[in-house]
């Protein structure tokens, strides 16, 4: 099963996991809604692609929504990631859903420090790659790509306006983002850490 991250999955949805993996022994689901039309979720936080969902938090703060499904397995947490195009759990649509813009941050395996930039919205697309280039960041569009997130299936398009931003952040630059990506409660975030989600921030800020 082969989503538009070009992922093979195991499960094809959220309740065919549900069948098979059990919340709060395999995953946890994490969601603190707000009404800012702002709606940041990860995914495939937890083990699966590690340090997402912590940037995810970061950047919503108590400002906007915030979702992260977590995997929490002590091995084998690849095996809970649903690609964007079918990720169904029920929160996470809600999340998506009440917002008027949805991003979703996203671990890609490369060690390049890069963060891919796709999704619908062009305009917060582009804020979001100049805020990061102005601090220091590479990111670059992504286009015509496995993670160009153009399909209005993806979860960070599910919101009211059809238009999201979903964020690839390479393992390289992750690794620069905390001290170590293994599983735990909270990871040790490195200096570069706070000037990534700023970015972020301010180009959610910007009109």
């Known amino acids: 099963m082969k989503g538009e991250e070009g992922e093979m999955d195991h499960y094809s949805s959220f309740e065919a996991l549900q069948e098979h993996e059990r919340e709060g022994k395999d995953f946890v689901i994490l969601f ?8 940041l979720l990860a995914p495939h ?3 699966i692609e590690p340090g997402t969902a912590d940037l995810a938090d970061e950047v919503a703060r108590g400002d906007h929504t915030f979702y992260a499904f977590k995997g929490i397995k002590p091995r084998g947490n690849s095996l809970l990631h649903i690609t964007s195009t079918r990720f169904d759990e029920p929160r996470a649509l809600e999340a998506a859903a009440m917002a008027e813009v949805a991003i979703t941050m996203h671990g890609h395996h490369s060690r390049r420090e890069i963060v891919w930039v796709g999704g619908r919205h062009v305009d917060l697309m582009e804020r979001i790659s100049r805020c990061l280039i102005l601090a ?3 990111a670059e569009i992504a286009v015509d790509c496995e993670w160009s997130a153009q399909s209005l299936e993806n979860i960070c398009n599910r919101c009211r306006g059809s238009r999201g931003v979903q964020l690839e952040v390479a393992m390289g630059l992750r690794e620069k983002l905390f001290s170590s990506l293994e599983r735990r409660s909270w990871r040790t975030r490195t200096e570069r850490f706070y000037p990534f989600v700023d970015a972020i921030r301010e180009a959610v800020r910007q009109p």
């Open 136 to 138: 220091g960041f590479k």
């Open 32 to 39: 603190r809604p707000t009404s800012s039309g702002i709606a």
């Open 45 to 47: 936080g937890g083990g």
